[in-house]
């Protein structure tokens, strides 16, 4: 996720943040936060995190423009050592030229996102972090009730975005004219002893009710599904995109970054690295046994012993679980879900501005597998999915062969689930 505000949030709050560093004159803050010439420097290379000791602290959120040449700390999941090395030699050198032109920040809000199910528990700490990116111009919330509060609320934060509510059926239309990304949390959580599968009939529904609107309001918007089961409300919402005409297998996602975001910090903590620094790829779905963390292909390098995989496997594929037990019955994950899915739509955001290095793990359509959706890297871009990075798949140990496929029956009945009830609607219609 994108640093909303550099001067009043400090940056383990933002450990996920990805900026990407080009070979033209500029390198952005999410795309939407430019510096000056200096920035050709850097190397074409990947994204990367920053933290900026100004002198001229940055008041407030709405109004970045009061850059000064300060001092660059980089702690990035992605960021090579010479390219940080040569980001700080950037400012080092722009720090003693104080006669120089300064360089200020400017944001570039001009997108349209609407979260459908805002009042709920991972609509509302959503609704607050995508609130603070400057990438979006409009927060379009939608519930079937509460929902005015909520944004009464947010709109009290001075970020750029105007927030709207839109309250029941009659509205969703409204709420959903001109949108760019569409994120779908609706749905009911997960309690104790119920499996994702508990979920499904009510979930389904709303599920597909909520993208008959998109496709008939915004056919061309990025959608985010992240009401569960994931795995079944995905193919769901792709049959219904096929039945109005509007399907694009490129705008589909569902969102399994809690997955990445769940490895990334469960691995740090055990090998005892810093977390910025970890990166780990997770494939397949996004439930039980089909999420699959690839920590063979860890970034940076690191061993593992047979013991400490299956460990830390078993753990990632149950994280969910460990909160709702935690919880005992008060709720499921809905602020790491939230901040993840905060995470996937900066990204979206990032590649619909133009940024042309930005990579996530989603569960999309692919010909990875021989199964029609799967979970893996792609690299986002305007028109949403440009590429699936195979090379994950490849060279994998023992072990993640063995759990990948045993993980493909159980995904595959899934997706027959989310088609066959699409299906059995159209008929009974």
């Known amino acids: 996720m994108l640093l909303p505000s550099l001067s009043c949030l400090p940056l383990e709050t933002f450990q996920e943040c990805e900026m990407a560093a080009t070979s033209a004159t500029t390198f952005s803050v999410g795309s939407a936060i430019s510096f000056g010439p200096k ?120 970020t750029p975005s105007q927030v709207l509510d839109y309250t029941g059926a009659s509205e969703l239309a409204n709420c959903l004219k001109g949108v760019n990304v569409v994120v779908i949390p609706a749905g009911v959580p997960r309690k104790p002893g119920m499996t994702r599968d508990d979920l499904f009939n009510i979930n389904a529904n709303i599920v597909k009710t909520l993208v008959e609107a998109v496709a008939e309001n915004c056919p061309d918007a990025f959608i985010h599904i992240i009401s569960n089961p994931v795995n ?103 602020l790491s879900m939230a901040y993840a899915a905060a995470r996937f739509v900066e990204s979206s955001l990032r590649a619909l501005d133009g940024d042309g290095d930005v990579y996530e793990c989603a569960y999309v359509e692919s010909n990875l597998t021989e199964l029609p959706l799967f979970a893996s890297r792609v690299k986002l871009g305007r028109k949403g999915v440009e590429a699936l990075i195979s090379s994950d798949l490849q060279g994998l140990t023992e072990y993640e062969q063995k759990a990948l496929d045993a993980l493909k029956p159980e995904l595959k009945g899934s997706i027959e689930k989310g088609i066959a009830f699409v299906q059995k609607q159209a008929v009974t219609a």
């Open 39 to 158: 920035a050709s420097q850097l190397p074409h290379s990947k994204p990367f995190g920053v933290r900026f000791n100004s002198k001229n602290s940055l008041a407030n959120f709405s109004g970045l423009k009061a850059a000064t040449f300060g001092s660059c700390e980089s702690e990035t999941s992605f960021m090579s050592k010479e390219t940080a090395q040569a980001l700080r030699s950037s400012f080092a050198q722009n720090a003693q030229k104080p006669n120089q032109t300064q360089y200020g920040l400017q944001p570039q809000a001009s997108f349209k996102v609407a979260i459908l199910g805002a009042a709920g528990g991972i609509g509302q700490p959503l609704a607050l972090l995508v609130k603070m990116s400057p990438l979006v111009s409009a927060l379009h919330l939608y519930d079937i009730a509460n929902v005015k509060g909520v944004a009464a609320d947010l709109s009290h934060c001075n």
């Open 232 to 334: 079944s409300t995905v193919p769901i919402a792709a049959e219904v995109l096929k039945q109005k005409g509007v399907y694009d297998p490129k705008k589909l996602f569902g969102v399994t970054t809690l997955d990445v975001v769940r490895a990334n910090t469960f691995v740090a903590q055990k090998k005892n690295l810093k977390l910025i620094d970890v990166d780990v790829p997770v494939i397949g779905g996004h439930a039980g046994i089909t999420i699959l963390p690839l920590l063979s292909k860890t970034k940076p390098s690191v061993s593992f012993t047979d013991e400490e995989v299956e460990e830390l496997t078993v753990r990632i594929q149950n994280a969910g679980t460990e909160v709702v037990e935690a919880k005992a019955g008060a709720g499921s994950a809905t």
